[in-house]
């Protein structure tokens, strides 16, 4: 009788071994499940900072204008869109004529949109950035005649803005 529960004691220590070893098997894979999850996890991560560094690098290259439509005339520009990133230009020859007066009405629902107005030279002679919907005009000196640009600049800007102009 000894020789059985001999027996039992020692199948009963073998089958808590065996469970033992089963047990930390279990948790040893999980830690390697949860490795490899992690390592993947990181990679994801340098992917994609990688590709929001390009594109926040090359960014400043692209040009976008989604549902934009308007007109542009000899004094006026006026143009509305969905997303504007970008700019466009208008270049003026002026030969005589001390002041530029230009009339604005900007609508901006989202982003931001700049104008300026430079000589050619390279010289700003007045810039404005629009957060917010503005009306109004600006009288801006000349001190001679020349070629100067009206630049109009959004940055991912929703609205449109309508631009007139003359010289005196």
Known sequence: MAGIGGEAVKRSENLRELT???????????????DGQEKVLF??????????????????????????????????????????????SKQLV?????????????????GS?????????GRALWEQKFNQDSFGSVKIGLNDGGVYSIIIKGEGTKGEFDLRWEVS
């Open 94 to 110: 002026i030969e005589n004529g001390n002041l530029l007066t230009i009339y604005y009405d900007i609508k901006v629902d989202r």
């Open 43 to 88: 990679l994801v991560f340098i992917i994609l900072a990688a590709i929001s560094i390009c594109i926040g690098v090359l960014g400043g290259f692209w040009e976008i204008k989604l549902g934009w439509s308007g007109f542009e005339e000899v004094d006026r520009i006026h143009y509305g869109y969905l997303l504007f990133t970008g700019s466009i």
């Open 20 to 34: 033992s070893y089963s047990i930390l098997n279990s948790i040893q894979a999980n830690r390697s499940v949860r």
């Open 113 to 121: 949109l700049t104008i300026s107005v430079i000589r050619i030279s």
